[in-house]
Nanobody
Framework: QVQLVESGGGLVQAGGSLRLSCAAS????????MGWFRQAPGREREFVAA????????YYADSVKGRFTISRDNAKNTVYLQMHSLKSEDTAVYYC??????????????WGQGTQVTVSS
């Protein structure tokens, strides 16, 4: 069983930056692909970014490409989401997820509780 705990959310002005972290425990971290998702009020959860277990491959939603960067530190069992040039439409609860497959949908096996990101315009 994999447990995931997100941190780093908060309130930021448009154009600002935030870095989210997700600490994992249980399982073998480097064997799992990791993903970041977000869900805004009244909307479905959507894919943001994913990274393979080795960190060698990444994939981004078009809406965040060039602004967000996903990375991982397997020695620390942690995955990060660096967010730059934040927009009001990035406001959402951000979730990290883990799976043994590299996927870009919501079909991940394990999920964290989420961290709120609010971008003020």
């Amino acid at each position: 069983q994999v447990q995931l705990v997100e941190s780093g959310g908060g309130l930021v002005q448009a154009g600002g930056s935030l870095r989210l972290s997700c600490a994992a425990s249980g399982g073998t971290f480097s064997s799992n692909s990791m993903g970041w998702f977000r869900q805004a009020p009244g909307r479905e959860r959507e894919f943001v970014a994913a990274i393979t277990g080795s960190g060698g491959s990444t994939y981004y939603a078009d809406s965040v490409k060039g602004r967000f960067t996903i990375s991982r530190d397997n020695a620390k069992n942690t995955v990060y989401l660096q967010m730059h040039s934040l927009k009001s439409e990035d406001t959402a609860v951000y979730y990290c997820a883990a799976d043994d497959l590299f996927i870009v949908s919501v079909e991940y096996d394990y999920w964290g509780q989420g961290t709120q990101v609010t971008v003020s315009s």
